[in-house]
């Protein structure tokens, strides 16, 4: 079985440097270049008003930050749903 290998959708104008010196709260700074980071968000919004971002770390220890395009699989999800609601439809509750 061969997986396929997700596209990197790198967020433009998104920019994140952690600050090794900075106290142990701050864990690091997120720049944005507007005009970049505004067009990438309105090209990028989802359906319910987001625009998924994560921050991950490179091979090479560097930051970068990449457009989260997980998608659940619906036919698990409803599975999983499914399994629950026949719990509880026939869990014997005392109340």
């Given at each position: 079985?061969?997986?396929?290998?997700?596209?990197?959708?790198?967020?433009?104008?998104?920019?994140?440097?952690k600050?090794?010196?900075?106290?142990?709260?701050?864990?690091?700074?997120?720049?944005?270049?507007?005009?970049?980071?505004?067009?990438?968000?309105?090209?990028?919004?989802n359906?319910?008003?987001?625009?998924?971002?994560q921050i991950?770390?490179s091979?090479?220890?560097?930051?970068?930050?990449?457009?989260?395009?997980?998608?659940?699989?619906?036919?698990?999800?409803?599975?999983?749903?499914?399994?629950?609601?026949?719990?509880?439809d026939?869990?014997d509750?005392p109340?």
């Amino acid at each position: 079985m061969s997986r396929e290998k997700k596209e990197i959708v790198f967020a433009k104008g998104f920019y994140f440097k952690k600050r090794e010196k900075s106290p142990n709260f701050v864990v690091g700074a997120l720049d944005l270049k507007s005009e970049d980071a505004i067009k990438f968000i309105q090209d990028n919004t989802n359906n319910r008003g987001y625009c998924n971002l994560q921050i991950l770390e490179s091979r090479s220890g560097g930051y970068y930050i990449e457009l989260d395009t997980f998608k659940p699989d619906s036919s698990k999800r409803d599975t999983a749903a499914t399994r629950l609601r026949q719990e509880r439809d026939t869990d014997d509750l005392p109340f």
